[in-house]
C-alpha cells in the first residue's frame, strides 16, 4: 500500500488564514465602536470600558475557543463541517419521524439564516472600510456610500470568472491585516498597559452583576466580535481542523486581542477616539493605506460569504431542498469552486438596498447579529445530539457542557431581538422566506412522489408482462432517469404508450444523494440485471458531489457495462403540475410549488446530459 501523502501544514494554515478567517478577522473595524456609539451605547468610563473589553474578550474565548475551535470542529461529516454536514451527523440514525423533523427543521432554519447573514455582512464589511474616508478627509462622506456600491458590484461580478487568482492573494493579504492590526493595538496598548487588567474574568463578572441591565443591552454589540465562526466550522473540509486551530489559536486571536485592547486603551484616554476607534488607531499618515487594506480585508472576507452562500445552495439541491439551479464550475482542478447565478444577482440585489437603506456600518449593524446569534443556538442544540446519539457521551456530561453554552446563545439572542425595531427584523425575513422556499420543495416533492407512484407499477410486474408479451424492440439504448427504484418511470409507459416499441437495452438510473459529503469511487454505482434487457443502475453522491451522467456511463464502462453515447438515448419525465385543494399542503405553498418547478433547471441539464440525446415526455400531476 502506498503511504499517505500529507500537505505541508503551512501553506493550508496560510490559506485558512485567508479564507477562513475574513469575516471575525474584520470585526474591530466596527463592534468597540458599537458596544459604545450604538442605539444602547454604554457610558464611556474606565470601568466600562475594562469591563466591555473583559467581554469581548471571554466571548471570544468561550464562543469562539472552546465552542467552535475545540468542541463543535470535531464533529465533522468525514472531514466536512457546516450546518448542512451537522445536520446530516445529528439526524443519522434517527428512527423517530417527529423527533427527526425537529432536528432536520432546526438545521434548515440555522441554513436559511445563513443567507440573511450572507447579504449583511458584505454591505457591513465594505462600508465600515469605506467609512474610513471620511477619517481621512471628512469632505470625502458623500462619496461613501457610491464607492462602497462599486466595490460591492466588482466583487460580484468577478465571481463569474472564479476566484482561484485572485484567492491566492487572500493569505498573504490577510497576514498582513492581522499583523498590522495587532501591531497597532500592542503600540497603544504600551501606552497605558493597565487595560491588559481587563484578561481577568474578574471584571467581565463585576460588569455583568453590577451594570446588569446595561451589560445586557450591551451584549447586542459584543456579539459582533464573534460574527464569522461558522465559517470555522464550514471550511473545515478545504483545509482540516488543524490548520485552522494552529491558524486561531497562534495568529489570528492574538492579533484580535491586541486590536481589541489597544483600541480600549485610546478611547479611555481621548474620548473623542470612540467615534472610530479602529481607524484612530493609526497615525495620520498611515489612514490612507489603511483604508485600502481594510477594504481589501473586508472584500476577502465578502467573498468567503458568498462562496459559502454558493456551496450551501449546492448541499440544500442536492439534499432535496432546493430546486436544480445552474451550476458553473470556475475551475478546473478544485471542486469546491462553483459559481450560481442566481444566488449570486439575488446576493447582489439585496445587498445594494441594504447599503441604500442602512447607508452607515452603525445603521447596519442593528441588522447584524441576529442570524448570527440564532445559527449559533441552533449549533449549540444539534451538537448536543452529536454528543449522546454519535458520540455516546453520558447526557448529564453534555448537559454540562452545552446549557451553558446554549445560555450566552440565548443571552446573545434575547439582546440582539432588541434590535429588531432598528433592522433586525431583514435577516429574520430573509431566513424566514428562505425557509418556507427550502421546506415548501422538499414536503412538494415528497408529495409529488406520493402521487407518481400511485400511477404506476412495480418494475417486476412491468417486466414479467413485457416477458410474456414482447413488445417491439429497436436498436439502441434508452436511458431512463427515475428517482422511484423498483416503480415504472412514467417516461417510459408514455414511450411504450404512444411509440408502440421499446429499446433492444433499457436501462433506469437512479441518482441518489447520501448523507455524506463525498461518495468514495468503489461505492458509486450498484448495477443489477433485472432480466429482458432492463438494467437498474443506482448512481451515490455525497451532498457536496455534482453528479455528470456521461462520466458515469464511462465508469459503468469500464466495470462491464459499455454506452455507445452515439447510440443511447436519454428519457426524462416533466411533469406539468397543477395546485388542488386535495389533502398535502396549503394551496398556497402548492402555488409557491408549482412556480419553483417552472423555474427549475431541467434534469437533463443539471445532470450534464448531452442536448441532442434527450427526449422529454410530459405528464399533467394533480398535487
Known amino acids: 500500500m502506498a503511504p499517505l501523502v500529507r500537505k505541508p501544514l503551512a501553506p493550508l494554515v496560510i490559506g485558512a488564514i485567508g479564507v477562513v478567517f475574513g469575516d471575525i478577522g474584520t470585526s474591530p473595524l466596527y463592534t468597540l465602536r458599537e458596544c459604545f456609539t450604538g442605539p444602547h451605547g454604554l457610558p464611556l ?18 464562543v469562539v475557543t472552546l465552542k467552535y475551535v475545540t468542541l463543535i470542529m470535531r464533529a465533522d461529516n468525514r472531514g466536512e463541517g457546516g450546518i448542512m454536514a451537522l445536520t446530516a451527523l445529528a439526524s443519522r440514525g434517527l428512527e423517530n419521524r417527529r423527533t427527526r423533523w425537529w432536528v432536520v427543521g ?5 441554513g436559511a439564516m445563513f443567507y440573511g447573514d450572507g447579504m449583511i455582512t458584505p454591505a457591513i464589511s ?38 482561484a487568482r485572485v484567492g491566492r492573494l487572500f493569505g498573504p493579504v490577510m497576514c498582513l491585516w492581522f499583523i498590522t492590526i495587532a501591531v497597532l493595538g500592542a503600540i497603544e496598548i504600551a501606552t497605558s498597559p493597565a487595560v491588559l487588567a481587563a484578561l481577568s474574568p474578574a471584571y467581565a463578572v463585576g460588569f455583568l452583576v453590577g451594570n446588569p441591565v446595561a451589560a445586557f443591552l450591551a451584549l447586542g454589540a459584543v456579539v459582533l466580535a464573534v460574527t464569522g465562526t461558522e465559517a470555522l466550522y464550514a471550511d473545515m473540509g478545504h483545509f482540516g481542523a488543524t490548520p485552522i486551530q494552529r491558524a486561531w489559536l497562534l495568529f489570528v486571536l492574538p492579533a484580535l486581542v491586541l486590536n481589541y485592547f489597544g483600541q480600549g486603551a485610546l478611547i479611555m484616554h481621548d474620548a473623542a477616539a470612540v467615534k472610530n476607534p479602529f481607524y484612530l488607531l493609526a497615525p495620520a499618515w498611515a489612514l490612507l493605506p489603511m483604508v485600502v487594506l481594510a477594504t481589501c480585508a473586508t472584500v476577502i472576507a465578502s467573498q468567503a460569504v458568498i462562496s459559502g452562500a454558493f456551496s450551501l445552495t449546492r448541499q440544500a439541491i442536492q439534499m432535496g431542498y432546493c430546486p436544480r439551479l445552474t451550476i458553473m464550475h470556475t475551475s478546473e482542478r478544485e471542486i469546491g469552486q462553483i459559481y450560481v447565478p442566481f444566488i449570486n444577482w439575488t446576493l447582489l440585489c439585496a445587498v445594494m438596498l441594504l447599503v441604500a437603506g442602512f447607508r452607515s456600518s452603525s445603521n447596519l449593524a442593528a441588522a447584524y447579529g441576529i442570524a448570527v446569534t440564532l445559527a449559533m443556538a441552533i449549533d449549540s442544540l444539534l451538537i448536543f445530539v452529536v454528543m449522546t446519539r454519535l458520540w455516546h457521551w453520558n447526557r448529564f456530561v453534555a448537559l454540562a457542557i452545552v446549557v451553558p453554552l446554549v445560555t450566552i446563545d440565548v443571552s446573545f439572542l434575547a439582546s440582539n431581538a432588541l434590535k429588531i425595531p432598528q433592522g433586525g427584523w431583514f435577516p429574520i425575513v430573509i431566513g424566514g422566506i428562505v425557509f418556507t422556499l427550502l421546506t415548501t420543495w422538499k414536503r412538494g416533492r415528497s408529495i409529488l412522489h406520493e402521487r407518481l407512484s400511485k400511477e404506476t407499477m ?28 423498483g416503480r415504472v418511470p412514467h417516461a417510459l409507459l408514455h414511450n411504450l404508450k404512444h411509440n408502440k416499441v421499446l429499446h433492444e437495452r433499457v436501462v433506469l438510473l ?21 432480466g429482458c434487457s432492463f438494467q437498474q443502475i443506482e448512481a451515490f453522491f455525497g451532498f457536496k458531489e455534482d453528479p455528470d451522467v456521461p462520466k458515469l456511463l464511462e465508469e459503468c464502462g469500464r466495470r462491464g457495462f459499455p454506452f455507445d453515447m452515439m447510440d443511447t438515448s436519454f428519457f426524462v419525465s416533466r411533469e406539468t403540475l397543477i395546485a388542488t385543494v386535495a389533502p398535502g399542503m396549503a394551496l398556497w405553498r402548492e402555488r409557491l410549488f408549482v412556480s419553483m418547478s417552472k ?25
Open 126 to 163: 465594505v462600508l465600515s472600510a469605506v467609512e474610513g474616508l471620511e477619517i481621512t478627509a471628512p469632505m470625502l462622506t458623500p462619496y461613501v456610500v457610491p464607492v462602497t456600491m462599486v466595490i460591492l458590484i466588482g466583487l460580484f461580478w468577478i465571481q463569474r470568472h472564479g476566484t
Open 458 to 485: 412495480p418494475l417486476d410486474v412491468f417486466i414479467d408482462s413485457i416477458g410474456s408479451n414482447p413488445p417491439v424492440r429497436v436498436p439502441g439504448t434508452a436511458v431512463f432517469l427515475t428517482n422511484m427504484p
Open 510 to 530: 437512479t441518482v441518489t444523494t447520501r448523507d455524506i459529503p463525498k461518495v468514495a469511487p468503489a461505492e458509486r454505482l450498484r448495477i443489477e440485471e433485472l
Open 599 to 623: 423555474n427549475a433547471t431541467k434534469a437533463s441539464e443539471f445532470f450534464n446530459v448531452p442536448t441532442n440525446r434527450v427526449v422529454e415526455l410530459g405528464t399533467q400531476v394533480e398535487l
Open 106 to 110: 432546526f438545521g434548515i432554519f440555522g
Open 45 to 62: 468610563t474606565p470601568d466600562n470600558v475594562l469591563g466591555i473589553l473583559s467581554v469581548v474578550f471571554w466571548a471570544i474565548m468561550i
